[in-house]
């Protein structure tokens, strides 16, 4: 099968993750601030945060944190109140360091784990041509018939195993009935 999509334009997506995730475990009495640098305007944030354990040993507490999220200008861009965890995203308005400040109002400390990553995207407008494809779809039948054998091979595997299953089903009922047999006559 050849497919002829020279004459469609596509969008390429190249992901270039030029900022490092940032993966931090702290513990917070009252407030701590993280800064993350964003290069680019348009950047995909991502975050996450889990309250892992809370420094009491009376009682168990679910009252959680609070954070803010702040762009380079000071603008407030996400807030959450009360969490113990959340998973969250943004499109970034403005290049530059974006603040998360977290505030614990309890009176233990409070262990977190923080996660936050951002991806630029680029996008570009190219042509693509059959030979750009060809080897792809060519990958694609390779793989198409490697999973047609890994089911058929899963198949007999199952096949064999409710075989050796009935055929070891049927070797303990003679072993039943062969010490029965025995048994009763002695």
């Known amino acids: 099968m050849k497919v002829g999509l020279s004459k469609f334009a596509t969008a390429m997506v190249i992901f270039s993750s030029l900022n490092a995730v940032l993966g931090i475990r702290f513990v917070i009495d009252r407030e701590d601030c993280f800064s993350h640098n964003v290069q680019y305007e348009g950047d995909r944030v991502q975050a996450s945060f889990v309250v892992i354990k809370i420094d009491t040993s009376w009682q168990y507490t679910n009252d959680g944190v609070d954070l803010s999220v702040k762009g380079p200008s000071g603008e407030t861009i996400k807030e959450f109140h009360d969490m113990t965890s959340e998973i969250f995203e943004f499109v970034a308005r403005d290049n530059g360091p974006h603040r998360f400040c977290f505030t614990n109002k309890s009176p233990y400390h409070e262990t977190i ?11 570009t407008d190219q042509h693509a041509k059959d030979e750009h494809l060809t080897p792809l779809l060519d990958q694609i039948t390779k ?3 490697a999973l ?14 409710e075989r050796q299953a009935i055929g070891t089903s049927h070797i303990t009922m003679r072993f039943y009935w062969f010490n029965f047999l025995t048994c009763s006559n002695v």
């Not at 784990?113 to 996008?123: A, Q, R």
Request: net charge negative; glycine share 0%.
């Open 113 to 123: 784990d923080f996660d936050v990553h951002s991806n630029h995207v680029h996008f």
């Open 143 to 145: 793989l198409e018939h």
């Open 148 to 161: 047609f054998n890994i089911q058929y091979e899963q198949h007999w595997l199952e096949a064999q195993t």
